[in-house]
T-cell receptor, first 113, second 113 residues
Framework: DTAVSQTPKYLVTQMGNDKSIKCEQN?????MYWYKQDSKKFLKIMFSYNNKELIINETVPNRFSPKSPDKAHLNLHINSLELGDSAVYFCASSQEGTHYGYTFGSGTRLTVV | AQSVSQHNHHVILSEAASLELGCNYSYGGTVNLFWYVQYPGQHLQLLLK??????LVKGIKGFEAEFIKSKFSFNLRKPSVQWSDTAEYFC???????????FGAGTRLTVKP
């Protein structure tokens, strides 16, 4: 069983399009995250959701919007895609207070052409 | 907010050589520390973690790390690397009172057969 699953694994799209990446975790964790990994492998946190409440937003453009229909899902919507949005996006989850680290999904490689 | 510095951008070793990757963090309180590994094209996997107690922690695949509080360091070590250890290694920190994991810029390890 996959603990944190993301779909799609690869996404190629044109500039200006709107796209979504889905993430689901079956660990019962109460917090989920989105990270962006750029071409230099640098990992930057974008969002986290705890009990449907956004608790971190690291100066991400408002073209990016997280949506959490329930505790097990945190989807990422991106409007008006730009070339600079090309990156690998990782979803992760954790249980608040246990400090056992995060469990990561396998990533979504987004390429904007 | 906490931050993490990894001093080595790219390390190249021959098989059987010993490895030490540097990691320093900046945070004004108790922290939990982690090392993650990312094999080419894959997601991040937890190598080891430190919460409290013995500052020398052992992880998977023969890796270990030592927490030196006075130096704000958490260096990763392995006595004898293998070709299969070729990957990107990330140090990460979570402040004790929050759930926000921050990553270092990563160190790319290349092991020559």
């Amino acid at each position: 069983d996959t603990a944190v699953s993301q779909t799609p694994k690869y996404l190629v799209t044109q500039m200006g399009n709107d796209k979504s990446i889905k993430c689901e975790q079956n660990l019962g964790h109460d917090t989920m995250y989105w990270y962006k990994q750029d071409s230099k492998k640098f990992l930057k946190i974008m969002f986290s959701y705890n009990n449907k409440e956004l608790i971190i937003n690291e100066t991400v453009p408002n073209r990016f919007s997280p949506k959490s229909p329930d505790k097990a899902h945190l989807n990422l919507h991106i409007n008006s895609l730009e070339l600079g949005d090309s990156a690998v996006y990782f979803c992760a989850s954790s249980q608040e207070g246990t400090h056992y680290g995060y469990t990561f999904g396998s990533g979504t490689r987004l390429t904007v052409v | 907010a906490q931050s993490v510095s990894q001093h080595n951008h790219h390390v190249i070793l021959s098989e059987a050589a010993s490895l030490e990757l540097g990691c320093n963090y900046s945070y004004g309180g108790t922290v939990n520390l982690f090392w993650y590994v990312q094999y080419p094209g894959q997601h991040l996997q937890l190598l080891l973690k430190y919460f409290s107690g013995d500052p020398l922690v052992k992880g998977i695949k023969g890796f270990e790390a030592e927490f030196i509080k006075s130096k704000f360091s958490f260096n990763l070590r392995k006595p004898s690397v293998q070709w299969s250890d070729t990957a990107e290694y990330f140090c990460a920190v979570i402040g004790y009172n929050n759930n926000d994991m921050r990553f270092g810029a990563g160190t790319r390890l290349t092991v020559k057969p």
